[in-house]
């Protein structure tokens, strides 16, 4: 089992940065892929960024650019920088971690741009 606890959310102006941190505890977290997905009012849950157990990244064409997911297996932890921040960025961020069946999320943090 992996718990997973996200920090760095909060209220920023456009085009400022944040960085998301996810903490892992509970299992081997270098063998499971992780990724950042955004919860918007009234939207879907959508992926942001994913990253391999191996260090592959993926993006959501509407961050690509802006921002950067990464990894240190040593201290357990997903970041996600986030640069040139908009208002449509404005979401409940959730971290997750997968491997095979297991499917596991952290309880969100919100980041909100507004001037």
């Known amino acids: 089992q992996v718990q997973l606890v996200e920090s760095g959310g909060g209220l920023v102006q456009p085009g400022r940065s944040l960085r998301l941190s996810c903490a892992a505890s509970?299992?081997?977290?270098?063998?499971?892929?992780a990724g950042w997905y955004r919860q918007a009012p009234g939207k879907q849950r959508e992926l942001v960024a994913g990253?391999?157990?191996?260090?592959?990244?993926n993006y959501a064409d509407s961050v690509k650019g802006r921002f950067t997911i990464s990894r240190r297996n040593a201290k357990n932890t997903v970041y996600l920088q986030m640069n040139s921040l908009k208002p449509e960025d404005t979401a409940v961020y959730y971290c997750?971690?997968?491997?095979?069946?297991?499917?596991?999320w952290g309880q969100g943090t919100q980041v909100t741009v507004s001037s």
């Open positions: 997750n971690a997968r491997r095979g069946s297991q499917d596991h």
């Open positions: 509970g299992s081997i977290f270098s063998i499971y892929a």
């Open positions: 990253i391999t157990s191996g260090g592959s990244t």
